[in-house]
């Protein structure tokens, strides 16, 4: 959720004409994360759980994707914080599938 709130914070200060585009195609990445895992768990079988896990994990790679094009047009500076949050909610989603993936 961490994620959720720094990207909704940041996005703030994004181009009014950026309202729906990027700014909306980069809050629903990080939203899509913590909601595509939670909609995995609660659908209580292991497969679905593992299929949801890889869809959150594509949706965090596309945010990366995002937030580098963000940075590119200069409406982020600093971006060390995302990628290290990034990075780590990628490890710990890889862990968890990896435990999953055969069951």
Do not use: C, H
Not at 26 to 51: D, H, L, M, T, Y
Request: hydrophobic share 40%; no cysteine; charged share 30%.
């Amino acid at each position: 959720m961490l994620l959720v709130k720094r990207i909704y914070e940041l996005t703030r200060s994004f181009p009014e004409e950026e309202r729906f585009g990027l700014t909306s195609q980069i809050r629903r990445s990080a939203v899509s994360v913590p909601s595509n895992i939670a909609e995995g768990w609660g659908r209580g079988s292991s497969k679905n759980f593992s299929q949801f896990l890889f869809i959150a994990r594509g949706s965090l790679f596309e945010l990366e994707t995002q937030i580098y094009i963000a940075k590119e047009l200069d409406f982020l500076s600093d971006t060390k914080e995302l990628e290290l949050l990034i990075s780590e909610i990628g490890k710990i989603l890889n862990a968890i599938i990896s435990r999953f993936k055969d069951k």
